[in-house]
């Protein structure tokens, strides 16, 4: 089945405390981009990278690190969590140019993290 | 700067029809976006639109003109179903990004 997985789906975790979400796709998409989603925000974007060793700073980057060292594959890193970073986030990836559904994002179900 | 705007929430019936407005400002635009987002899970895509005018896919149909800075997603023959928020997004291709961003959303709520 064609997906975009996460992991974990609910973290708690404490200030300081180095920690990864994971974000995995199987449909040899190229783009792939986080967001956090917060209550009358909506939903920011992170990071994205277009393809393998490329990636680029979203609208909210600061507190957060990522890599794509392969194409399926684009860990959120969080270095030294705080808890104005506890939210829900979203992986997403889109085909690339030329796909019919190139202009759709599909998402993945959510990572709901806590930071106390 | 960028920046969308959309109400927050509107209401309807059951077989009616809703129309959720969209406007936005950005300096690299190449397209606008509907998602909806059921409470509790991820956003699925509706509808892309990057040339003015009208694109139908079923009950939903969702509008643009660039020269407004201005969309609307129009929702037919409301279901119950069709509960949800509702989120227009732009890409923004300014200085080579390739950037997404939201608005904060729509609930929608439709009613019996």
């Known amino acids: 089945e064609a997906q975009v997985t996460q992991n974990p789906r609910y973290l708690i975790t404490v200030t300081g405390k180095k920690l990864t979400v994971t974000c995995s796709q199987n449909?040899?998409?190229?783009?792939m981009s986080w967001y956090r989603q917060d209550p009358g925000l909506g939903l920011r974007q992170i990071y994205y990278?277009?393809?393998?060793?490329?990636?680029d700073k979203g609208d909210v980057p600061e507190g957060y690190k990522v890599s794509r060292k392969e194409k399926r594959n684009f860990p959120l890193i969080l270095e030294s969590p705080s808890p104005n970073q506890t939210s829900l986030y979203f992986c997403?990836?889109?085909?690339?140019?030329?796909?019919?559904?190139?202009?759709?994002?599909?998402f993945g179900p959510g990572t709901r993290l806590t930071v106390l | 700067g960028q920046n969308i705007d959309q109400p927050t929430e509107m209401t309807a019936t059951e077989g009616a029809i809703v129309q959720i407005n969209c406007t936005y400002q950005?300096?690299?635009?190449?397209?606008l976006f509907w998602y909806q987002q059921h409470a509790g899970e991820a956003p699925t895509f509706l509808s892309y639109?990057?040339?003015?005018g009208l694109e139908e896919k079923g009950r939903f149909s969702s509008f643009l003109s660039r020269s407004k800075g201005y969309s609307y997603l129009l929702l037919k023959e409301l279901q119950m179903k069709d509960s949800a928020s509702y989120l227009c997004?732009?890409?923004?291709?300014?200085?080579?990004?390739?950037?997404?961003?939201f608005g904060t959303g729509t609930r929608l709520k439709v009613l019996a």
């Open positions: 997403a990836s889109s085909p690339p140019r030329g796909a019919s559904s190139y202009n759709e994002q599909f």
């Open positions: 449909m040899n998409h190229e783009y």
């Open positions: 990278s277009m393809n393998v060793e490329v990636t």
């Open positions: 950005t300096s690299g635009f190449n397209g």
């Open positions: 639109n990057v040339l003015d």
């Open positions: 997004a732009v890409r923004d291709e300014a200085s080579g990004t390739y950037k997404y961003i």
